[in-house]
């Protein structure tokens, strides 16, 4: 079992509907999560932390449930440019700071 | 605007031939990861530094991948001898201990 999991889609969605992402991990000791970003043929890049409390950036919400070990991403009336790979990553900080990924959730915008 | 530069970001090379990509990492950061992509696979990690010590190599073929940091802003991964299935994307990233890691462009690798 990947010790970081999500559904790897595809997720065809039209324009402005809203989409959610879940994530589980088996490690109880992960202490920090993200949500990355991945274009086609381009490096990662943070999308957005992950807090206990729940954090939101304009369209996009994270949520994280330590007692059930999974993370989730909502996006909101999504848009076109929203189509991409997201990565759900966690942070294993007795392990040096460990960054683990999940294989990544395909995302198609469609108009 | 701070970026982790890698070179080179595309390389072609045959079996058996020795190949060996680098990483400058973000100033100050003091965490270094290596990761391989490949469609199969997704990000695999295959080795991290702590202030230029190996942590973990655990993800890497030992026979032929080797890691190191000879200095805090070059990060280099060599292998020897190449083999077709080593062709992937490999990213560097750097960071610390406790926050996001921000990725080079990569080096696309195809080994012939």
């Known amino acids: 079992r990947k010790e970081v999991e999500q559904d790897p889609g595809p997720f065809n969605v039209p324009e402005g509907a809203t989409v959610a992402f879940n994530c589980t991990y088996s490690?109880?000791?992960?202490?920090?999560f993200f949500w990355y970003r991945q274009d086609c043929r381009k490096e990662p890049k943070l999308l957005m932390s992950v807090y206990s409390s729940g954090n939101e950036d304009g369209r996009f919400t994270a949520q994280l449930n330590r007692a059930s070990q999974y993370i989730s991403l909502l996006i909101r009336d999504s848009k076109l440019s929203d189509s991409a790979t997201y990565l759900c990553?966690?942070?294993?900080?007795?392990?040096?700071?460990?960054?683990?990924f999940g294989q990544g959730t395909e995302l198609s915008v469609k108009p | 605007d701070a970026r982790v530069t890698q070179t080179p970001r595309h390389k072609v090379t045959e079996m058996g031939q020795e190949v060996t990509m680098r990483c400058q990492p973000i100033l100050g950061h003091n965490t270094v990861f290596w990761y391989r992509q490949t469609m199969m696979q997704g990000l695999e990690l295959l080795a991290y530094f702590r202030n230029r010590a190996p942590l973990d190599d655990s993800g890497m073929p030992k026979d032929r991948f080797s890691a190191e940091m000879p200095d805090a802003t070059l990060a280099t991964l060599k292998i020897q001898p190449s083999e077709p299935r080593d062709s992937a994307v490999y990213f560097c990233?750097?960071?610390?201990?406790?926050?996001?890691?921000?990725f080079g462009q990569g080096t696309r690798l195809t080994v012939v």
């Open positions: 490690n109880s000791a992960s202490q920090s």
């Open positions: 990233a750097s960071g610390e201990r406790t926050t996001e890691a921000f």
């Open positions: 990553v966690v942070i294993h900080y007795n392990q040096g700071g460990k960054l683990i």
